[in-house]
C-alpha cells in the first residue's frame, strides 16, 4: 500500500480483504471481529460516495449563468 497513491486503489483492494475477514469472523463466531470488518466496509463505501460527490461538483472558479 505504501507505493499505491490512489487512496480509490487502496479503498477496492481493502473489499475483497474485508470480505474474507468478515466470513472468517462469522465462521468463528467473532462477534467483534465481525462488527469491525462491516463498519471498515461501511467506511470505505462512505468514503468513496463522498469522492465521488466532490469530484461531481462544477468548480467554484466557473459560475453558472
Not at 2 to 18: E, F, G, Q, V
Not at 58 to 64: E, M, V
Amino acid at each position: 500500500a505504501y507505493s499505491i497513491k490512489s487512496p480509490h486503489t487502496i479503498r477496492m483492494l481493502n473489499i475483497p480483504s474485508c470480505s474474507c475477514w468478515l466470513v472468517y469472523n462469522l465462521v468463528v463466531f467473532s462477534i467483534a471481529g465481525f462488527f469491525n470488518e462491516v463498519m471498515t466496509m461501511c467506511s470505505i463505501i462512505i468514503a468513496e460516495l463522498r469522492y465521488k460527490k466532490k469530484t461531481n461538483q462544477p468548480s467554484s472558479d466557473t459560475k453558472a449563468e
